[in-house]
């Protein structure tokens, strides 16, 4: 296991990290031995172990949810694990032999999000159609990225948004997201028009799209940051389990990094199972299940709807000092 904690950080800097004093613990908490036989019910949890190898012995036709975030087809290091870029058709067959493993885990009902990027975006859809009804591609802003000189800077990612069959869940009222009204219209009496006036300004509630500007992704000063290369915030992932699932649900995870999947599962009061064969990252994932029995808060989601970036304003109570604690979620 890779010791972040001796790394220097700045003081304000909130990155989780495992110290030795923590390991024993948390990796009491972290299943690793598996089952002799196939398993009658889904366990909820973490696993330490290659998905593969648990695919067998998980019952079938169980999963509501399934979050694929597999290495995406680039050159990347995963706390000394590396993923080699493939070739377009060898990167195709391997995201459709994952897909075919794990399908038979799905109810009829279930919805699947795949993640990637633009070079991996044939194979996903390649491999997805295959195995699953494709309905839409989510494109979401980064907000930062790398510069290149002899090409456009990369700033946005994909999920493409699959489901089993024509019978799935999507609740659009959960996945609202909370607009700032700049050119406000009002009707004939001078009342708004299809927004809402406050003390702090107007603010719409609209229906989501399939192009969210409104994820920021972890960094040095969000206490769910960690060292993982690749980590998705827990908005992205409360946006999709909210609109695809419902309270009671099994989410299930394979490529579960350091947590995120499944820490905003047990926040949203769903049920959940994460695989991931990196120890220091399953300890991670442990460690953030622990704080969010303290804490079920997901920043940039409260009273019931998600916030555009840099609209804290909106989030303040009625004497004006901000709010300590979002307010109970609301499904």
């Not at 690749?230 to 419902?246: F, G, H, P, R």
């Amino acid at each position: 296991m890779t010791d972040d904690s001796t790394r220097k950080r700045a003081p304000r800097n909130r990155t989780l990290t495992i110290i030795p004093a923590e390991h024993t613990r948390l990796l009491s908490q972290v299943i690793v031995q598996r089952p002799p036989a196939p398993l009658q019910e889904l366990m909820g949890g973490t696993v330490l172990g290659d998905f593969r190898d648990w695919a067998g012995l998980l019952p079938r036709n169980h999963v509501d949810l399934l979050f694929l975030d597999p290495p995406y087809n680039l050159n990347k290091d995963f706390n000394g694990k590396r993923f080699s870029r493939k070739g377009v058709d060898e990167y195709t067959a391997w995201l459709d032999d994952i897909i075919s493993l794990l399908l038979p885990l799905l109810k009829q009902t279930a919805t699947v999000y795949i993640c990637g990027d633009w070079f991996s975006s044939t194979s996903i859809f390649t491999a997805a159609s295959r195995n699953l009804i494709v309905r839409n591609r989510i494109t979401w802003e980064r907000e930062k990225g790398r510069g290149a000189k002899r090409n456009w800077k990369n700033a946005s990612e994909d999920i493409w948004y699959c489901t089993v069959s024509d019978d799935y869940t999507f609740n659009v009222d959960a996945v609202k997201l909370r607009r700032r009204v700049v050119a406000p219209y009002t009707d004939s009496a001078g009342l708004p028009k299809d927004w809402v006036k406050s003390e702090k300004g107007g603010y719409r509630d609209t229906h989501p799209s399939n192009h969210w500007t409104d994820i920021t992704i972890p960094f040095w000063s969000m206490p769910e940051n960690t060292d993982h290369p690749t980590q998705k915030s827990e908005k992205l992932l409360a946006k999709l389990i909210l609109a695809s699932t419902k309270p009671g649900d099994f989410v299930l995870d394979p490529f579960l990094g350091s947590g995120t999947t499944s820490v905003v599962a047990k926040k949203l009061q769903r049920r959940y199972l994460g695989i991931e064969c990196n120890e220091t990252y399953a300890l991670l994932a442990a460690k953030r299940l622990e704080m969010a029995d303290k804490d079920a808060g997901i920043q940039g989601f409260a009273d019931g709807v998600f916030w555009e970036r840099n609209t804290l304003a909106f989030q303040r109570n009625g004497n004006g000092t901000k709010t300590a604690q979002p307010a109970p979620l609301l499904f």
